[in-house]
């Protein structure tokens, strides 16, 4: 689980991913537990393990997913989304009840 961040009073990056476990019956005490499939599931960084049994909840324990690094850039993507992207109009109310527009960068 990563908790996120909220900024601007909306929670940002949060994400639940069920792990796949392996669960070793001559060792009721051990279980593996297998790292989320992709970046793209679960991106590199900090995150919260939990174990449930049944509907009761483990107490959380703080685990680093992958070393830490960011995920790759694709600088491609990237370059796409700046030609395709145009400037937002900010609107500026006016003495008269008019509306004024101004570029925002």
């Known amino acids: 689980m990563d908790l996120g961040f ?3 009073s909306i929670h940002m990056n949060n994400r639940l991913v069920y792990l796949d476990i392996d669960v070793f019956p001559d060792s009721p005490n051990r279980v593996t537990v297998h790292s989320p499939p992709s970046s793209g599931i679960y991106p590199p960084g900090p995150g919260w393990l939990f174990l449930v049994v049944g509907d009761i ?3 959380a ?3 680093m997913v992958g070393d830490g690094s960011n995920p790759p850039e694709d600088p491609g993507a990237t370059a796409n ?3 395709h992207t145009t400037p937002a109009k900010s609107l500026i ?3 008269n009840g008019g509306w004024e527009g101004d570029e925002v960068m």
């Open 6 to 8: 909220v900024t601007h």
């Open 57 to 59: 909840w483990s107490v």
């Open 61 to 63: 324990k703080q685990v």
């Open 81 to 83: 989304v700046l030609a």
């Open 93 to 95: 109310a006016q003495p």
